[in-house]
RNA sequence: GGCGCGAUAGCAAAGCGGUUAUGCACCGGAUUGCAAAUCCGAUUAGCCCAGUUCGACUCUGGGUCGCGCCUCCA
């Protein structure tokens, strides 16, 4: 049985999605004004994880991750820029998805875009006004009426009087209540047309909390499963989306929240206003895109993760080594031919079907099976896969090592040659292959010879080039360090 | 100030009321021409103070320190 910790019970909860076998899921995505960065690609991996565990476990998944494409932030960015708000949203969506990529990240199901949702959003802050929880205010705003919704705070924690006392911003005379937030922004003069869609209290564009409550309900249904998002989002937005999608629609809005933890640089918190950020693009240009992935799945995903230098390279370390025992077997394929994935229980007893063709039965994988179903503990299921890499590198076994690649496989790991991860790419004004046999073919010879002051004098040589030589009992085989 | 989370060996990071986490590093051995890789073994833990218990890293209370949210933020 899968167990969740839902944010809103503060515990972890066991899994019951609303309709049997499917599960609805929704997490909030990028505002694209600008590149991911690592903060970003922890919550795209994390989720993809959620994702995967989830379809492995045999369930159909609706996996919706929005796309805010209209904010103050685009627009300001796109003036300075002196592009249109459409060039740069799209120019960074493509980057996302490129970075995403590289990661293994998984495209959602669907990925809507903010402003393809507008009428959805007009729709929800009139049956709110209806319901008498929304107001437009003297200044033209239509402002949501916090103290109106019962329950406002439950997400947090907080309560309204908590939330008073601990007010840091000036109050906005025009709010009711100063922790009123804007649901329809009233357009300002001189505003592009871009930026500004009619409505039946002026022209305006719509407030980012509404974007999401909109979309979700309109691609998921009024009531879903799981709602996902980084830790920072649970206050305010995610308590603003349910104040909003349970005011309008006065129901349930989301059974489980789900929140993953910071990524942080020397203990603080990653994130643009800090300027202590590292883009994804950035680390990929120092580190393979599965040793960045391996580095967020080996944390558990609520945990704070740091990041740093000496991290990545640890994290490079241990996946070489899981490599490295897929490279010791011969022909680690998966081991089943696609579309006869049905041919094992799944857990718990669960429909069997998804990319996991696994034998839940056998004992790594019921290890595996519930560290993951222990909400997510990746950190678990990754001590797993290195006891199975101890067993392939002791049996070399075909069949361990397939296990291990098909283990692997449901986190979006070893997916690879081993031999491709291993090599790398040549580096620019390193050796090239050609480069390396030629060396290797030389060391050989020597080594015939019995020369082996010329034989290591090559090894020494290859070494300082960032180039590994082993020995093995098939030839002489090598790596990049 | 309010609310919440955390503190595990040199570093990273999990589970668990009593029995090896795991990876990297380090030490010994096997293997190797020597290495590397691999295997076997050893060493290094549980912020502090009380309490509960036959027994606590694990539960309870208090303290200390760190982090986050309360403002846009993944």
Not at 88 to 95: K, N, S, V, W, Y
Not at 207 to 228: P, Q, T, V
Not at 237 to 242: F, S, V
Not at 302 to 326: F, I, V
């Amino acid at each position: 049985m899968l167990k969740i910790y839902n944010t809103l019970a503060r515990d972890k909860q066991d899994f019951k999605p609303i309709e049997a076998n499917h599960v609805r899921m929704y997490v909030c995505g990028m505002t694209v004004y600008d590149f991911c960065h690592l903060g970003h690609a922890r919550v795209m991996v994390v989720f993809d994880m959620v994702y995967r565990w989830l379809k492995a476990s045999g369930y159909d998944v609706t996996y919706v991750r929005n796309i805010t494409d209209i904010d103050d932030k685009i627009i300001k960015r796109a003036a300075e820029n002196k592009e249109s708000i459409h060039t740069l949203t799209q120019r960074f969506i493509d980057a996302m998805h490129q970075d995403a990529d590289a990661l293994g990240v998984q495209r959602p199901d669907r990925e809507p875009r903010a402003t393809q949702y507008i009428p959805q959003m007009l729709e929800m802050v009139a049956q709110l006004e209806k319901n008498g929880l929304a107001y437009q205010a003297a200044d033209g705003d239509v402002n949501y009426a916090v103290r109106k919704f019962d329950g406002y705070g439950k997400l947090s924690g907080k309560s309204l009087e908590d939330l008073r006392a601990g007010e840091r911003v000036e109050v906005d005379s025009n709010k009711h209540d100063p922790l009123d937030f804007v649901l329809w922004k009233h357009a300002k003069d001189g505003e592009a047309d871009e930026v500004k869609w009619d409505s039946k209290w002026g022209k305006g564009r719509p407030g980012w909390h509404l974007e999401c409550s909109a979309m979700g309900s309109d691609l998921l249904g009024k009531h879903f499963d799981i709602h996902g998002g980084g830790a920072d989002l649970q206050f305010p937005h995610h308590e603003n989306e349910i104040a909003q999608s349970e005011g309008a629609h006065q129901c349930q809005y989301v059974n489980y929240w789900m929140h993953n933890g910071f990524v942080r640089v020397d203990n603080e918190k990653m994130s643009k206003s800090l300027g202590n950020f590292f883009t994804i693009r950035e680390v990929l240009k120092k580190y393979d895109a599965e040793v960045v992935r391996f580095f967020i799945l080996r944390a558990h995903y609520r945990s704070p993760l740091n990041y740093s230098d000496q991290h990545l390279d640890d994290a490079k370390g241990a996946l070489t080594r899981l490599y490295t025992a897929l490279k010791s077997v011969p022909s680690p394929s998966v081991p089943l031919p696609a579309g006869e994935g049905s041919q094992f229980p799944s857990p718990s007893g669960r429909g069997a079907r998804g990319e996991g063709a696994v034998d839940w039965s056998e004992s790594y994988a019921q290890r595996f099976q519930s560290a993951m179903d222990d909400d997510f503990n990746t950190p678990e299921a990754v001590a797993v896969l290195f006891d199975l890499a101890n067993e392939v590198n002791r049996t070399q076994s075909a069949q361990s090592a397939a296990q291990l690649k098909t283990l692997a496989g449901i986190l979006g790991l070893l997916q690879r040659d081993p031999q491709h991860f291993l090599q790398g790419e040549t580096v620019a004004g390193g050796l090239d292959d050609a480069a390396i046999s030629a060396q290797i073919e030389a060391r050989i010879a020597a080594k015939k010879a019995k020369n082996f002051a010329e034989a290591d004098r090559i090894r020494k040589e290859l070494l300082e080039a960032g180039i590994v030589l082993e020995d093995t009992a098939q030839g002489t085989t090598w790596r990049r360090a």
